[in-house]
């Protein structure tokens, strides 16, 4: 049998059509489908909401581990204080401490003989060099003789004062003529100490043809030959070192020269030379050159071949002691508003502290205001790093 799943009805009242249910659906069984509707719909909806929750929470994790993983590893020191030697750095030239230059000390003449060569140590009064004497030579000889005549004239005249004054008493003589005897004889001994000194003259300046060393000393220089002609115009023929003593005189500025006194010690290294050698400050310039800026510290040096007269050299002055910080050159920064540092601070970020920096030595820097030195300070990197930044310290040894 057929049945029509559609009926028709007509409203009361107002004339309009409505459309009826399915008969062949019970009522029940209507419920059941829309509740299980809607059971599949709120599971759909609860699964992507945990789907959504756990990838936004994973996608938060992701990040969190990421931005953990871009926090960089920075070396830090704990730097403390000790005891610090303070060193200056210098250069300058090496020279004899003292100099003594060597000439003709009298009217000069030919070289005829040059018994040194730089290098050579000599004592006072040795002869270096000898000039032809010749000439002075026969000037003594004839002075000589000269000594000889006035000698006679002197015994001469002594004889006539005797004879004179015997027969005086018997007035064959007048006190007149007695009086001239004595004053002849006393000339005549005249003559004679004249004509010696005449001859220690010659001889003096015989001896000044000798060119001899005026104290003891290391030959720096040698200046003339056998043959050359020299005289007092001639200039200076040997350079000596006295004793052989050397000195560095080290260029400082006005600032280090200020910090540096007599009796400090140095170590004096020559260009080109891998031994170091002691030295002392014997003289620090009381002046200072107005265009440079700089003054002199006369390092005085015990002679050593490696110490060349005219060679340049580097020293390392000591120049007192200081208790504060030691920093390597890597850890302190610099800019507009002076020297600063980074520190480590809460939650391991970084925090600029500025310093005053003091000696400077061949280990580091010392930091004589701004620093304990129990902080966490950044070694090295700190130009790469910015104020509040988080870091992960590795603590390192100096």
Same mark, same amino acid.
């Given at each position: 049998?057929?049945?029509?799943? +559609?009926? $028709?009805?007509?409203?009361?009242?107002? @004339?309009?059509?409505?459309? #009826? *249910?399915?008969? &062949?659906? !019970? =009522?029940?069984?209507?419920?059941?489908?829309?509740?299980?509707?809607?059971?599949?719909?709120?599971?759909?909806?609860?699964?992507?909401?945990?789907?959504?929750?756990?990838?936004?929470?994973?996608?938060?994790?992701?990040?969190?581990?990421?931005?953990?993983?871009?926090?960089?590893?920075?070396?830090?020191?704990?730097?403390?204080?000790?005891?610090?030697?303070?060193?200056?750095?210098?250069?300058?030239?090496?020279?004899? +401490?003292? $100099?003594?230059?060597?000439?003709?000390? @009298?009217?000069?003449?030919? #070289? *005829?003989?040059? &018994?040194? !060569? =730089?290098?050579?140590?000599?004592?006072?009064?040795?002869?270096?060099?000898?000039?032809?004497?010749?000439?002075?030579?026969?000037?003594?000889?004839?002075?000589?003789?000269?000594?000889?005549?006035?000698?006679?004239?002197?015994?001469?005249?002594?004889?006539?004062?005797?004879?004179?004054?015997?027969?005086?008493?018997?007035?064959?003589?007048?006190?007149?003529?007695?009086?001239?005897?004595?004053?002849?004889?006393?000339?005549?001994?005249?003559?004679?100490?004249?004509?010696?000194?005449?001859?220690?003259?010659?001889?003096?300046?015989?001896?000044?043809?000798?060119?001899?060393?005026?104290?003891?000393?290391?030959?720096?220089?040698?200046?003339?030959?056998?043959?050359?002609?020299?005289?007092?115009?001639?200039?200076?023929?040997?350079?000596?070192?006295?004793?052989?003593?050397?000195?560095?005189?080290?260029?400082?500025?006005?600032?280090?020269?200020?910090?540096?006194?007599?009796?400090?010690?140095?170590?004096?290294?020559?260009?080109?030379?891998?031994?170091?050698?002691?030295?002392?400050?014997?003289?620090?310039?009381?002046?200072?050159?107005?265009?440079?800026?700089?003054?002199?510290?006369?390092?005085?040096?015990?002679?050593?071949?490696?110490?060349?007269?005219?060679?340049?050299?580097?020293?390392?002055?000591?120049?007192?002691?200081?208790?504060?910080?030691?920093?390597?050159?890597?850890?302190?920064?610099?800019?507009?508003?002076?020297?600063?540092?980074?520190?480590?601070?809460?939650?391991?970020?970084?925090?600029?502290?500025?310093?005053?920096?003091?000696?400077?030595?061949?280990?580091?820097?010392?930091?004589?205001?701004?620093?304990?030195?129990?902080?966490?300070?950044?070694?090295?990197?700190?130009?790469?790093?910015?104020?509040?930044?988080?870091?992960?310290?590795?603590?390192?040894?100096?």
């Amino acid at each position: 049998m057929n049945y029509d799943s +559609r009926i $028709e009805t007509q409203a009361e009242g107002d @004339g309009t059509a409505t459309d #009826v *249910v399915n008969p &062949l659906l !019970e =009522p029940d069984e209507e419920d059941q489908a829309s509740r299980k509707r809607l059971w599949i719909i709120a599971a759909v909806v609860l699964v992507a909401l945990v789907a959504i929750y756990w990838l936004s929470h994973r996608g938060a994790a992701d990040a969190g581990a990421d931005a953990k993983a871009q926090v960089p590893l920075v070396s830090v020191i704990s730097p403390g204080s000790a005891t610090i030697q303070g060193e200056i750095n210098a250069s300058g030239s090496l020279a004899a +401490r003292r $100099e003594l230059p060597v000439g003709v000390p @009298g009217e000069g003449g030919q #070289v *005829v003989a040059v &018994l040194v !060569e =730089p290098g050579q140590w000599v004592g006072a009064g040795q002869v270096l060099a000898v000039i032809d004497r010749s000439v002075q030579v026969q000037q003594q000889a004839s002075q000589a003789a000269q000594i000889q005549v006035a000698r006679a004239n002197a015994a001469l005249a002594q004889a006539n004062l005797d004879r004179a004054l015997k027969l005086v008493d018997k007035g064959f003589v007048s006190q007149a003529d007695v009086d001239r005897l004595r004053a002849s004889r006393d000339a005549a001994a005249a003559q004679v100490q004249v004509a010696g000194a005449q001859l220690g003259v010659l001889q003096a300046q015989t001896r000044r043809l000798n060119v001899v060393a005026p104290a003891a000393g290391l030959v720096l220089e040698r200046k003339v030959e056998p043959g050359q002609v020299v005289s007092g115009g001639s200039g200076v023929l040997f350079r000596l070192a006295k004793g052989g003593e050397m000195e560095m005189k080290a260029l400082l500025g006005e600032v280090d020269l200020a910090k540096i006194s007599q009796g400090v010690s140095a170590a004096v290294t020559p260009v080109g030379a891998t031994t170091s050698f002691t030295g002392e400050v014997w003289q620090v310039s009381p002046v200072v050159d107005p265009a440079t800026r700089q003054g002199t510290a006369r390092i005085a040096l015990a002679y050593a071949p490696e110490l060349r007269p005219g060679g340049f050299a580097n020293a390392v002055i000591k120049a007192g002691t200081v208790v504060a910080p030691m920093l390597p050159d890597s850890a302190i920064l610099s800019d507009a508003k002076g020297s600063y540092v980074y520190v480590v601070g809460k939650g391991n970020k970084v925090e600029r502290r500025d310093v005053k920096t003091g000696l400077i030595t061949g280990n580091g820097t010392a930091v004589v205001a701004g620093l304990t030195g129990n902080e966490r300070i950044v070694a090295r990197s700190g130009a790469f790093l910015a104020p509040g930044q988080e870091i992960k310290p590795q603590l390192v040894s100096k």
